[in-house]
Nanobody, 114 residues
Framework: QVQFVESGGGLVQPGGSLRLSCVVSGITDSFYAMGWYRQAPGKQRELVAIITGGHRTRYADFVKGRFTISRDNPNYTGYLQMNSLKPEDTAVYFC????????WGQGTQVTVSS
């Protein structure tokens, strides 16, 4: 049974930082990538950042220079360091793992507000 444990979300003031964590267990397929997506109320889910098995990374333009994605070995532990947070970063953030299939976490709420 695949299980996601996402943590690190919460309420932070503009300009602040949060670090999201994602620990996944129960996946036996070959790892390809881990990513973070977000979904704000009334909007579609969008890619924030992704990291491959070779540690190549890709970021959405709106987080470049502010967010950093990383992962530990084994493959199914990942992080999203979020700095210089803005109110428009407010969303539910979802961890995603790609093998031959896609797996999704339950999401963690990030609220940026003064």
């Amino acid at each position: 049974q695949v299980q996601f444990v996402e943590s690190g979300g919460g309420l932070v003031q503009p300009g602040g930082s949060l670090r999201l964590s994602c620990v996944v267990s129960g996946i036996t397929d070959s790892f390809y990538a881990m990513g973070w997506y977000r979904q704000a109320p009334g909007k579609q889910r969008e890619l924030v950042a992704i990291i491959t098995g070779g540690h190549r990374t890709r970021y959405a333009d709106f987080v470049k220079g502010r967010f950093t994605i990383s992962r530990d070995n084994p493959n199914y532990t990942g992080y999203l360091q979020m700095n210089s947070l803005k109110p428009e970063d407010t969303a539910v953030y979802f961890c995603n793992v790609v093998t031959d299939r896609q797996y999704w976490g339950q999401g963690t709420q990030v609220t940026v507000s003064s």
